[in-house]
C-alpha cells in the first residue's frame, strides 16, 4: 500500500499552468498534504524539474516518496488510485464504460480546446486567431452537448461531486476569461453554452477549487509576461541568425 | 453470430485497429470486426464516433468506446485475464506516460517523415532519432531494462501501441527512402521488436508487410499527385488522412 503518514508529496507546478492546477485539486479532493515546489517560468528550470521530467522539461510533476509521475491527466489517475480509500472521493468513476467517457472528453479537452486555446493566444496572425476562436467554441460547444447528456444528474460531469472530466476542463476556466477578455467575448456564455456557464461557476466556487484557483487579473498580466518573453526570444534568435555586416572595403 | 455483443469498426490498414485487434486476441474476447471504408464512412461509424469520425471504435453492448488508447484501458478493465496494465500505481503512471509520449511525439514525427519530402522529411527523421533514442535509452539502462517486453514477461499496453506502429518504420524505409531504425544505433528496440513481431497475436493481427508497403506506395502516390507545395496533413484528401496514413497525426 502506497498511503501512509509516512508519505512525502511534493508538486513542482507554477501558479498559472492550468495543468499544475488540476494536481492541486485533486490533491485538494483527496485531503492528502503536499509540499508546493514554485518553477520560476518562463524564465528557468530547476534541476528538480530537469532531473524529474526529463523527456518533457514540464510542471506539473508529482513526486511520491521522491518518485516522480509527469502529464497532469496521468497524474489524476495515479491519485485516484493510491489515495484510494472509504474517506476519500473518487475522481474516475467505478464503471469502465463511465471511466472511458471520462477519458475520452479528457483527451478531447486537451488535443482541442487547449490546443485551440493555445493557439489562439499565441498566434500573431488575426486570421489563424480568428479560426482558433472558433475551434474552441466548437470545443466548448461539444462539452455543452456532453455535459447535458452525461452529468446523470448533479452539477458536475463527475456527477454530484468533482471528478476526473471537471478537473480536465474546470483549470482552463481561468485562461479562458483571459482569452474572453483578449477577444471582447465571453467564452462561457450562457446564452451560448447555458449549462457550461453554470457549470464554471460551480466548480469554481467549489471548496477545493476556489483557495488555489489563480486570479483571472492576474493571469492576464502573466500572458504579458509570456508574450514579452516570447518576443524576446524570438528576437535574440533573429539577431542570431542575421549574418554579420561586412565591413566597408 | 449476427448478435455479437462485441464489434469493433476498423479500416485494415490502420494500427490503431491493430492495436485494439490485438488487446481484444490476447484476451480471448469474441468479437465481430466490421471493416470501414474510409473514403465512405458507414452511418454506424458516424452514429457511433460524431466526435472524430474516426475508427477504431469498439462497441460492446451497442455502446461506444472511441479512442484506441482509451479502448486499450477499457478492454483491460473489462476483460480481467492477460492484463496489459501494470498493477503497481506507478508502474501504470510510467506506461501510460511511454503511451502518451508514442501518441504525441513519436507517432507524428513518423507521419511527417512520410508525409513531407526534402529538407523537411530530413528533419523530421532526425527528430524521429531523438524520440526513438529516448526509448532506446529506457530500454538499454531505464526503467525497461533487461525486459523481453515493456510490459515484462508478456506484451502489456506500450508494446501494443508502440508495436502496432513500429513495423511501419520498415515499410516506410521502402517507400520514404530514409533509414528510420539503424540496427547499430537501436539495438535494444531492434531486439524488443524482433521479440513482439514473433508471437502469435502479432502476426495474426497485423497485415503482411507487402499488402502494407503496398498500401502506403500508393497513398504516399496520391499525396504526390496533389500540387500543394509542402506536404502537410491539412492537405491531404480525408480518405488518406489520418486512419489511412499508416501513423497517424491523431487518432
Sequence with gaps: ?249 | MGDARVKLLGSWASSYCHRVLLALRLKGVEFEYLEEDLSNKSPLLLLHNPVHKKVPVLLHDEKPVAESVVILEYIDETWKENPILPEAPHDRSVARFWVHFVEEKLGPAIGKVFQSAGEEQKAAAEQVSEYLKLVERELKEGRFKGRRFFGGETIGILDIVLGCGSYWLSVLEQVAGVNLIDVAAFPCFHAWLKEFESLAEVREAIPAQERLLEHARSVRQMMAMMTAPAWTKTEVPTAVSDEAAPVALTK
Excluded at chain 1, 29 to 37: A, I, P, Q
Excluded at chain 1, 70 to 92: H, K, M, Q
Design chain 1, 1 to 249: 500500500m502506497e498511503t501512509g503518514r509516512g508519505d512525502e508529496v511534493k508538486l513542482i507546478g507554477m501558479w498559472a499552468s492550468p495543468f499544475v492546477l488540476r494536481v492541486k485539486v485533486a490533491l485538494n479532493l483527496k485531503g492528502v498534504h503536499y509540499e508546493s515546489l514554485e518553477e520560476d517560468l518562463p524564465f528557468g528550470k530547476s534541476q528538480l524539474l530537469l532531473d524529474s521530467n526529463p523527456v518533457h522539461k514540464k510542471v506539473p510533476v508529482l513526486l511520491h516518496n521522491g518518485k516522480p509521475i509527469c502529464e497532469s491527466l496521468i497524474i489524476l489517475e495515479y491519485i485516484d488510485e493510491v489515495w484510494a480509500s472509504a474517506g476519500a472521493p473518487a475522481i474516475l468513476p467505478s464503471d469502465p464504460y463511465d471511466r472511458a467517457t471520462a477519458r475520452f472528453w479528457a483527451a478531447y479537452v486537451d488535443e482541442k480546446i487547449f490546443a485551440s486555446m493555445k493557439g489562439a493566444l499565441i498566434t500573431e496572425s488575426d486570421e489563424k486567431r480568428k479560426a482558433l476562436v472558433e475551434s474552441t467554441l466548437v470545443g466548448l460547444g461539444s462539452m455543452e452537448e456532453a455535459l447535458d447528456r452525461r452529468s446523470k444528474g448533479g452539477k458536475f460531469f463527475g456527477g454530484e461531486s468533482i471528478g476526473f472530466l471537471d478537473l480536465a476542463l474546470g483549470s482552463l476556466v481561468g485562461w479562458l476569461r483571459v482569452m474572453g477578455k483578449a477577444c471582447g467575448m465571453n467564452f462561457l456564455d450562457p446564452d451560448r453554452t447555458p449549462r457550461l456557464a453554470g457549470w464554471a461557476e460551480s466548480f469554481c466556487e467549489a471548496d477545493p477549487i476556489k483557495d488555489v484557483l489563480p486570479d483571472t487579473d492576474k493571469l492576464v498580466e502573466f500572458r504579458k509576461t509570456l508574450q514579452a518573453a516570447m518576443e524576446a526570444a524570438s528576437a535574440a534568435a533573429a539577431a542570431a541568425a542575421t549574418p554579420a555586416t561586412p565591413s566597408t572595403s
